[in-house]
């Protein structure tokens, strides 16, 4: 049996059931897609995935075992042709950044509209690769700046936790005048004030977790 060429089955991926069933929702309402399947985990995604071989895959960041752009990667290790759309809340440039440059073929927010939302589907089903004008604006807000060096992301992270100069060098066996060296550049390449600010900057860009 072969499937409808014009007709675009879907694969939902996304730990909270009310946000499944609001997609669920929005594509059965279209008379050219379907839900052919959903998922809770990243894993699952893959499982689900192997078994139904959807045309288009909305795929959440935050998943319960791993992330939606490592999901997504292993999905297109296996399956280089996979068309897979991020849809998220998280709008940090460089969580964009990332999930973009692993592959995904579209980037939108939770906040959009459904008829943006049907229209990305059909735009990436059809071979094109598109983005939200919300996204491309935080993309390009940030273009052209330093990102951190893992290093820095690290030192960032323990100074976030509460540790002070003295700590995160004992706790990364480098001097307490290195770790300042690194603060001050972390500072200057966010444009913060402070460490407190820089922190705020780091989680709102996708740069760092808590």
Known sequence: ???????????????????????????????????????????AAMEVFREHRPDVTLMDLRLPDMSGVDAMAAILAEFPEARIIILTTFSGDVEMKRALAAGARGYMLKSMNPGELVQLIRQVHGGRKGISPEVAEQ????????????????????????????EIAKRLLISEDTVKGHIRHIMEKLNAKDRTQAVSIALRRGIMHL
């Open 139 to 166: 993309l390009a807000e940030h273009m052209g700046e330093e990102t951190l060096t893992p290093r820095e992301i690290g030192v960032l992270a323990l100074a976030a936790g509460g540790n002070g100069n003295r």
């Open 1 to 43: 049996m072969t499937r409808d060429s014009k007709h675009i089955n879907v694969l939902s991926v996304d730990d909270h059931p009310l946000i499944r069933e609001g997609i669920g929702t929005v594509i059965r309402s279209q008379p050219d897609m379907s839900i052919i399947a959903e998922a809770a985990t990243g894993r």
